[in-house]
């Protein structure tokens, strides 16, 4: 497993942000990445003090930016005594090796600094297992520069593999036993849940998906009354939550689901399948979007993207544009009136932390599980007031 305490200091650490600028990906939208990279390295306790772009068509094989350029960023870290050196993208084993050899400083990615969040924040059995799942896949090609290695303990002859094999080999074995280890327990809580959802009995689910710190556990806690851990960082929760909601009467589960973000590793998105098992279950999707943002459309593009990978499609979806209060009266008349708003279908506009449109929200949900349910069980009578729910309670 990486390192937990790696980032965890008295003091805040600081570090530069690299990326790449080429005809795919503008000088523009790699500073855009850049930004999204700082947020992540905020959540991490990592003060991103400067940032270097370089023009490439690809990133160089050996050190990501070129020799030249690395030397120039090394030099730059060592007069300002940086400690990190945080990428953009995902380096090769080689890479990684390479800059950490001729810098001397600790190198992050984006996926390794993403792993380290989720370390952090994961706090139930599933999602703790998720994530050592993908750090056990990401460290299985970089064994050879880990910063600390596997704890295991070995005898003398009778140890597995004989005295003459090599400690790498031993340790890639290792891994290899634990993520087949880790899968078969996270098959085994899937199968649970599954039987979990089978006692549901007769219910309309709905899902919260979007990107990651969009609003979405705020609008939670607005619609079934609750207290959700809202916090201004990515990925500050990564465990679904799950709890029955009572609108007019009419009852239906609403599930709170990890927030998506640009370039999330593959191994990760794997993993995280049994988490998204509410969202892949349910009947309708609130697919909340940060409209203040300026890369609002992007956002959209990416989390569609991701359902699909996933294997969540052909969902109602009602598309939630949160933070509208942020926007100046003039867009957000344009935002309503034009093709946009029509495009995605059942739009609402609202303001989550103001309780700007709530009411509208929740006449539109109801509407949506009400019609779902007659569709779904068409043999039962939706007798509404039959049901007594608590509202909140988590299930």
Same mark, same amino acid.
């Given at each position: 497993m990486i390192e937990k305490n790696i980032l965890v200091q008295n003091k805040e650490v600081k570090a530069y942000l690299i990326g790449i600028a080429n005809q795919k990906t503008t000088y523009v939208k790699a500073k855009e990445y %850049?930004?999204?990279?700082?947020? %992540?390295?905020? !959540?991490? /306790? &990592?003060?991103?003090?400067? /940032?270097? $772009?370089?023009?490439?068509? =690809?990133?160089?094989?050996?050190?990501?930016?070129?020799?030249?350029? %690395?030397?120039? @960023?090394?030099?730059?870290?060592?007069?300002?005594?940086?400690?990190?050196? $945080?990428?953009?993208?995902?380096?090769?084993?080689?890479?990684?090796? /390479?800059?950490?050899?001729?810098?001397?400083?600790?190198?992050?990615?984006?996926?390794?600094?993403?792993l380290y969040i989720f370390s952090l924040h994961a706090q139930s059995a599933q999602a703790k297992l998720q994530v050592e799942l993908a750090q056990n896949q990401y460290m299985l090609p970089r064994l050879t520069r880990l910063w600390t290695h596997l704890e295991r303990q070995r005898g003398g002859t009778g140890t597995r593999g004989g005295a003459g094999e090599k400690e790498i080999e031993t340790d890639r074995r290792i891994l290899r036993d634990r993520i087949s280890l880790l899968k078969k327990e996270l098959e085994k809580i899937g199968k649970q849940n599954d039987e979990r959802n089978k006692n549901r009995g007769a219910q309309v689910r709905v899902a919260l998906v979007g990107y990651t710190n969009v609003g979405k556990s705020t609008i939670m806690n607005q619609l079934t009354k609750s207290d959700v851990l809202v916090e201004n960082k990515l990925f500050a929760t990564l465990d679904t939550t799950v709890r029955k909601v009572v609108l007019e009467h009419t009852p239906f589960l609403l599930s709170d689901t990890v927030g998506f973000i640009r370039k999330l590793p593959h191994h990760l998105v794997e993993c995280f399948k049994s988490t998204l098992s509410e969202a892949k279950d349910s009947d309708i999707l609130l697919h909340v979007v940060d409209v203040s943002h300026p890369q609002f459309e992007d956002h959209i =593009?990416? &989390?569609?993207?991701?359902?699909?990978? &996933?294997?969540?499609?052909?969902?109602? @979806?009602?598309?939630?544009?949160?933070?509208?209060?942020?926007?100046?009266?003039? #867009?957000?008349?344009?935002?309503?009136? !034009?093709?946009?708003?029509?495009?995605?279908? !059942? !739009? &609402?506009?609202?303001?989550?932390? #103001?309780?700007? /449109?709530?009411?509208?929200? =929740?006449? $539109?949900? %109801?509407?949506n599980v009400r019609a779902t349910f007659k569709t779904k069980y068409p043999t039962i009578q939706p007798e509404w007031e039959l049901y007594q729910w608590e509202e909140g309670e988590e299930i």
């Amino acid at each position: 497993m990486i390192e937990k305490n790696i980032l965890v200091q008295n003091k805040e650490v600081k570090a530069y942000l690299i990326g790449i600028a080429n005809q795919k990906t503008t000088y523009v939208k790699a500073k855009e990445y %850049l930004d999204e990279l700082a947020f %992540l390295a905020e !959540t991490a /306790n &990592v003060k991103s003090v400067g /940032n270097f $772009i370089q023009n490439l068509d =690809r990133p160089h094989r050996a050190t990501y930016v070129g020799t030249g350029k %690395l030397q120039e @960023i090394s030099d730059k870290a060592k007069e300002n005594e940086i400690e990190f050196l $945080i990428f953009d993208d995902e380096l090769s084993p080689m890479q990684l090796k /390479n800059i950490e050899k001729e810098t001397g400083l600790k190198v992050l990615d984006r996926s390794s600094l993403i792993l380290y969040i989720f370390s952090l924040h994961a706090q139930s059995a599933q999602a703790k297992l998720q994530v050592e799942l993908a750090q056990n896949q990401y460290m299985l090609p970089r064994l050879t520069r880990l910063w600390t290695h596997l704890e295991r303990q070995r005898g003398g002859t009778g140890t597995r593999g004989g005295a003459g094999e090599k400690e790498i080999e031993t340790d890639r074995r290792i891994l290899r036993d634990r993520i087949s280890l880790l899968k078969k327990e996270l098959e085994k809580i899937g199968k649970q849940n599954d039987e979990r959802n089978k006692n549901r009995g007769a219910q309309v689910r709905v899902a919260l998906v979007g990107y990651t710190n969009v609003g979405k556990s705020t609008i939670m806690n607005q619609l079934t009354k609750s207290d959700v851990l809202v916090e201004n960082k990515l990925f500050a929760t990564l465990d679904t939550t799950v709890r029955k909601v009572v609108l007019e009467h009419t009852p239906f589960l609403l599930s709170d689901t990890v927030g998506f973000i640009r370039k999330l590793p593959h191994h990760l998105v794997e993993c995280f399948k049994s988490t998204l098992s509410e969202a892949k279950d349910s009947d309708i999707l609130l697919h909340v979007v940060d409209v203040s943002h300026p890369q609002f459309e992007d956002h959209i =593009r990416v &989390v569609s993207e991701t359902l699909r990978s &996933v294997g969540i499609e052909n969902k109602k @979806i009602i598309m939630v544009f949160n933070k509208s209060d942020l926007l100046p009266q003039d #867009q957000r008349d344009v935002l309503e009136k !034009t093709w946009f708003a029509h495009e995605h279908g !059942t !739009t &609402v506009f609202i303001s989550a932390t #103001q309780r700007w /449109n709530i009411d509208e929200l =929740r006449n $539109i949900l %109801l509407e949506n599980v009400r019609a779902t349910f007659k569709t779904k069980y068409p043999t039962i009578q939706p007798e509404w007031e039959l049901y007594q729910w608590e509202e909140g309670e988590e299930i």
